[in-house]
């Protein structure tokens, strides 16, 4: 489970769970059957050899769940670009993860941040929006 805290005033239960909750710790959710939602079509995407995902911040959520789906399938020899926009390093969602999902052949990940400052930063990557 992935959860940004958006601190006390924008975020009460990400803020709960990210201060509150130890790491590693079993949470139990209860969930509607029909809000669940298909993330990845699986049978559908195994006809593309590269598939480019475009996320934006929190939306790299769903992204993750694909791409472990995909990247999992030893196999498969699907290939993901991955376009992911953020305002600032801190920002940056699963950044670890995908880093080391990175050290593959199969997923390749470009970072975009629009908000990092200039000066006083360790980015040297790639700036703007997507």
Known sequence: LLIKDYGPENGRMSHHLCTT???NTNIEFKHIEFNIKMQYAEKEMKQY???CMIVGGTGITPMLQAAHAILGDNNSNQKITMLYGSRTLS???GKE???SWSSSSRLEVAHILSHEPATDSKWNGLR???
């Open 128 to 130: 703007g929006f997507i």
């Open 49 to 51: 050899k590269n598939i």
């Open 91 to 93: 920002d940056v969602l």
């Open 97 to 99: 993860l995908l880093d």
């Open 21 to 23: 909750i130890a790491e």
